[in-house]
């Protein structure tokens, strides 16, 4: 199973950004997806997940109203789309993979983990 994340990057507080995370080697309709995040010193926290459909989505309250995750099943991709950005979001981003049909909140949840994609955002 691979997860490869992308579309990291240096961005302006207030500005946005778009993380892809595209899975392989696993049935992706059949796994709910997460988006993590881990900043230097801190524990991974949760941030954002979809169902296995796309109907169910759970968000963290520090990215709610900012943030939306949604999947396509076709491209056996998860996207996570990041408006209003703030220096606080700055962390490496990682996706992940559930054959829970939910999101789930915790790490422990989650079967396969990707690389992980680094956000900086400058004040």
């Known amino acids: 199973v691979q997860l490869q994340a992308s579309g990291g990057g240096l961005v302006q507080a207030g500005g946005s950004l778009r993380l892809s995370c595209a899975a392989s080697?696993?049935?992706?309709?059949?796994?709910?997806m997460g988006w993590f995040r881990q900043a230097p010193g801190k524990e991974r926290e949760f941030v954002s997940g979809i169902g296995w459909s796309g109907g169910f989505t759970s968000y963290a309250d520090s990215v709610k109203g900012r943030f939306t995750i949604s999947r396509d099943n076709a491209k056996n991709t998860v996207y996570l789309e990041m408006n209003s950005l703030k220096p606080e979001d700055t962390a490496n981003y990682y996706c992940?993979?559930?054959?829970?049909?939910?999101?789930?909140?915790?790490?422990?949840?989650?079967?396969?983990w990707g690389q992980g994609t680094e956000v900086t955002v400058s004040s």
């Open positions: 992940a993979a559930s054959s829970s049909y939910f999101p789930r909140g915790g790490v422990n949840h989650y079967d396969y």
């Open positions: 080697g696993l049935t992706f309709s059949t796994h709910s």
